[in-house]
């Protein structure tokens, strides 16, 4: 059972279309991290939240919007996506931002862009 | 900026075998932290062993361990006694200490041949 919970497992969707991947975790970490993933590939970073504000955007496109609502949750926010956007994202956390922890990694969301 | 590069794309060992994963990194810095994770069909990214680069006595998990060589830059991976569920890409990660950056090689697919 993995500690990171991932939500949706699998989304299609249009161009047009806004939707929302979302991911929890319940071990007081307070570093969270987007990652996307493209097949055959390793993790890219996207985005790093440090005590639920954002410390590292990797110039991710404004199609993708980062929420913290609070320590446990992570959203990520997707609007007018691109075909190449197609991938698996991955949400992680670890327990302190800098103190380099291992991370641990929900099992994703499979992103599909008709 | 660090690379991390794992020269083997593919390596296939007999169950009960003892395998060798390589890995080479690239940085000038002395603090930092090294990984290896394995990413089975399921997705997970789920961590194998993590070795402090201050530490000079190799990290051992069970039938997991390393060979760090500071030096030389080079952080391989040893599993022994080889098992059907070790079958995964497996990814050496490397994170510079506080800057919250896990560097992914490219991955090394296991496969095991019962």
């Known amino acids: 059972d993995t500690e990171v919970t991932q939500t949706p497992k699998h989304l299609v969707m249009g161009m047009t279309n806004k939707k929302s991947l979302k991911c929890e975790q319940h071990?007081?970490?307070?570093?969270m991290y987007w990652y996307k993933q493209k097949a055959k590939k390793p993790p890219e970073l996207m985005f790093v939240?440090?005590?639920?504000?954002?410390?590292i955007n990797e110039s991710v496109p404004s199609r993708f919007s980062p929420e913290c609502p609070n320590s446990s949750l992570l959203n990520l926010h997707l609007h007018a996506l691109q075909p190449e956007d197609s991938a698996l994202y991955l949400c992680?956390?670890?327990?302190?931002?800098?103190?380099?922890?291992?991370?641990?990694f929900g099992d994703g969301t499979r992103l599909s862009i008709l | 900026a660090q690379t991390v590069t794992q020269s083997q794309p593919e390596m296939s060992v007999q169950e009960a075998e003892t395998v060798t994963l390589s890995c080479t990194y690239d940085?000038?810095?002395?603090?930092?932290?090294l990984f290896w994770y394995k990413q089975p069909p399921s997705r997970q990214m789920i961590l194998v062993i993590r070795?402090?680069?201050?530490?000079?006595q190799n990290a051992t998990e069970n039938r997991f361990s390393v060979n760090f060589q500071k030096a030389a830059k080079s952080f391989s991976l040893k599993i022994s006694d080889s098992q059907l569920g070790d079958a995964a890409m497996y990814f050496c990660?490397?994170?510079?200490?506080?800057?919250?950056?896990?560097?992914f090689g490219q991955g090394t697919r296991l496969t095991i041949n019962p």
């Open positions: 992680a956390s670890s327990h302190e931002p800098g103190d380099d922890q291992p991370q641990h």
């Open positions: 071990m007081g970490h307070r570093a």
């Open positions: 939240y440090s005590y639920e504000k954002l410390s």
């Open positions: 940085t000038s810095e002395s603090d930092y932290y």
């Open positions: 070795q402090e680069a201050y530490k000079q």
């Open positions: 990660a490397y994170d510079l200490q506080g800057a919250q950056k896990l560097v």
